[in-house]
């Protein structure tokens, strides 16, 4: 007679995002322990997602994990093991494994070797197959396995997608793994499966230990902890945690800091090293990762170990450059001496220094210009000639048919041509972030490819080139720490005039230097001589984002510049390289209320070409009477305009063509003055001088004063006309 035992599961797979303390590692099934029930159903996918709080949440890669069994259940007879995995994503090769903690531990005795399983090495396994499994797609696996003795053992079945490294799909994380368990109860009487460890099925004086059943007056078969009856269910002790401290040492300052943003991924072993729970978290701004003590109370304390991975959440992923791993260190240890503590880990310096600074420069971008975009691969490259970016799409020499990424350019150990580390080497992530952010947040890059190889941050080569690059650069010193020598380079500009390039040295337009000096001068404090304006990042991406000459997208500071002045530029004397001069402009930025065409204009003419630009001339006109009666009160006032804000009046009479000039009225913009009597009729002038800096400018009207015969009055030439 043989019993067929299968058993149906209904499990949630949660999703693996464990958020601060107070939450518990991956929760065991439901209590459901029906048995003898020859069906299977489906595990609940991931209808309610868990959001941690780095504000994730998880998508499940698979469906549905089913583990069957039949069979007696006696010692030494076979069982029937299935396993059923259902996928929910697009198809994936799958590692679909099958364990039996406690068979697995007797056998590692009977050969010799420490019964315990090594935390952290996975168990061997009872099945161990791959696949390919795509969405509703299912793989239905078998294995058999003989338990001699009579006892109570676990099977466990996972699955995990092969390369499943955390991924997120449409901004949700998928979860690549899943697992279940069922309890085989062997016995002469002929077992049954659970799904739970029940200890009501072990008989008075029994040892209620997983593995072959010992009796209190046996010496155990497995070791195993002293249990401790007072609980019936594994626990998590949500008081104890062990603190992971994560730091590197940055290549800039030469300090340790903590890797605060970086991903730390653990996984946590019971007392026999089974997989409990694993879960991936944030360090922390201090470098820390809580890890809740695990101790259960049939095996004691467990386990843990876990890996450092140079990813965050949506923003940045470095990537090692022989493996394509993200992973900058690991760490293991045990609950029973590590609970409660501390235990610091230092990361890989590199793969930290370039995520560190990325980190920050994406930081800044944001807060900036305002603008964000998507998740960036960044790669570190031994054979790279140079730093780049690759947009994904434009084929250009190593980026040809790669997805759009970062390279940074690395050299083995430390020598000092590679570009991690140091004021250049942080210019440089910042930089090539800048060309990530124009391409992906700024509606695309319209000019780049343009520059030849190599270019020079004092290179005059063409507007393109010095457009694309300037941005990248500008964005490089927005990016990085305010005491990077470089940030001064630009505000300086340094760049101006060029020395490599076949252009005119002193055509700014075209060395990608003097355009950064540019775009940083609009947006950094008015503090230079020649440096009126201080706007917003977020204008700055504006105009980049909208700017339009004859219709096109702007690629040159020449047609930014339209833009920013909001006016076509003089081309006589300047933006030589460019063949015809645009005829009309368009943009949707909003100028800032502090926005003055003249510090624009002022702020190019200086950066591109050298020249100090005041603005317009001082110019003035004057309005008032042209006629008065003889006695009557007469007021003009001065309008000057393009000066530098004050201005001094000065106001003089000519009473008739030719005479002398007397002095009136004083510092006023206004002027009041009466003939008083007169004799014959005035043919005059007023004339005031204006004095605004450095510059003057005059203006002078002319007016009648009618002669009344000694009648002061107003005789009607107007009888509007008050008189005094
Ligand atoms: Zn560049």
């Known amino acids: 007679m043989s019993i067929r035992t299968a058993l149906p599961f209904t499990i949630p797979l949660l999703a693996l995002l464990i958020t601060g303390c107070d939450q518990s590692a991956l929760q065991s099934s439901s209590t459901s322990s029906a048995a003898n029930i020859n069906t299977s159903s489906t595990a609940s996918t991931n209808s309610e997602n868990h959001t941690g709080k780095a504000g994730l949440s998880a998508k499940m890669r698979f469906s549905k994990l089913d583990i069957q069994v039949e069979g007696s259940l006696t010692p030494g007879s076979t069982a029937y093991l299935s396993v059923e995995t259902q996928g929910n994503l697009p198809p994936e090769q799958t590692h679909v494994r099958l364990t039996l903690p406690e068979l697995a531990a007797l056998k590692a005795r009977k050969e010799g070797k420490l019964a315990k399983l090594a935390p952290g090495k996975p168990l061997p396994a009872q099945g161990s197959w791959r696949g390919a499994m795509g969405s509703s797609q299912t793989l239905q696996q078998q294995t058999t396995v003989h338990i001699k003795e009579p006892g109570y053992y676990q099977v466990i079945a996972s699955a995990s997608a092969e390369n499943g490294d955390v991924r997120t799909k449409n901004g949700e994380w998928i979860k690549n793994t899943a697992s279940q368990s069922v309890w085989l109860w062997v016995t002469e009487a002929g077992g049954k499966v659970t799904e739970q460890f029940d200890r009501s099925l072990f008989p008075d004086g029994a040892r209620q230990q997983p593995g072959p059943l010992t009796m209190k007056d046996e010496r155990p078969k497995l070791p195993v902890v002293n249990a401790r009856p007072s609980s019936q269910k594994t626990r998590l002790n949500s008081t104890g945690v062990t603190t992971i401290y994560i730091d590197y040492i940055n290549q800039t300052t030469h300090s340790p800091e903590p890797l605060s ?118 790669k570190l490259n031994w054979n790279a000639d140079n730093s780049y970016y690759c947009d994904g799409f434009n084929a250009w020499g190593p980026c040809t048919g790669t997805k759009e990424k970062i390279v940074i350019k690395d050299r083995p150990g430390d020598d000092p041509n590679s570009h991690i580390g140091g004021q ?86 075209i060395i990608e230097g003097a355009v950064a000096a ?62 015809s001069q645009p005829s009309s402009f368009s943009e949707s930025a909003t100028e800032p209320s502090s926005w003055s065409r003249t510090d624009v204009k002022t702020l190019w003419r200086k950066n591109l070409y050298g020249e100090t630009y005041n603005g317009p001339p001082l110019t003035l006109s004057v309005s008032g009477p042209q006629i008065l009666d003889e006695g009557e009160m007469g007021t003009w006032t ?62 002078n009207k002319s007016f009648l004063v009618n002669n009344n015969g000694g009648d002061p009055g107003c005789d009607g030439i107007s009888p509007s006309r008050i008189c005094p």
């Open 261 to 378: 943003g970086a991903r730390v991924s653990y996984t946590v072993y019971d007392g026999l090293g089974r997989k409990r729970s694993s879960s991936t978290e944030v360090i922390d701004d201090n470098g820390n990762v809580a890890i809740p003590c695990y101790s259960d109370d049939i095996h004691g304390p467990g386990s843990y170990s876990g890996t450092i991975h140079v990813q965050d959440n949506y923003r940045l992923r470095v990537y090692h450059p022989q493996t394509g791993s993200d992973v900058v260190g690991s760490f293991s240890g045990e609950f029973a001496t590590d609970c409660g503590q501390q235990i610091p880990v230092r990361a890989a310096y590199k793969m930290s220094q370039v995520f560190m600074r990325m980190s920050e420069t994406i930081e800044k971008s944001r807060s900036f210009f305002q603008e964000q975009r998507g998740k960036i691969h960044v």
């Open 424 to 509: 250049f080497g942080d210019l440089v992530v910042a930089h090539e972030y800048g060309h990530a952010m124009h391409e992906e947040a700024l509606n695309g890059n319209a000019a780049s490819g343009e520059c030849p190889s190599p270019h020079y941050l004092d290179g005059a080569h063409n507007l393109q080139c010095a457009y694309s690059e300037g941005f990248a650069n500008y964005h490089g010193a927005v990016g990085v720490n305010n005491s990077n020598s470089y940030v001064g380079y630009f505000e300086n500009n340094l760049f101006y005039s060029a020395d490599h390039g076949g252009g005119d040295p002193n055509d700014g337009s």
């Open 518 to 579: 540019f775009l940083w001068d609009l947006t950094d404090p008015a503090d230079e001589s020649h440096d009126n304006a201080y706007y917003p990042g977020s204008y700055v991406a504006d105009i980049i984002k909208t700017c339009k000459t004859d219709g096109s997208r702007a690629n040159g500071a020449d047609q930014l510049i339209a833009c920013f002045q909001s006016q076509v530029p003089s081309y006589a004397g300047y933006f030589n390289t460019r063949s």
């Open 638 to 699: 001065a309008s000057p305009s393009n000066g530098s804000g004050s201005y001094n009046y000065d106001w003089e009479i000519q009473k008739t063509l030719g005479g002398s000039w007397i002095n009136v009225c004083g510092s006023s913009s206004s002027c009041s003055w009466n003939s008083g009597q007169i004799s014959q009729s005035l043919d005059a002038r007023t004339q005031v001088t204006v004095q605004s800096g450095s510059e003057s400018a005059s203006a």
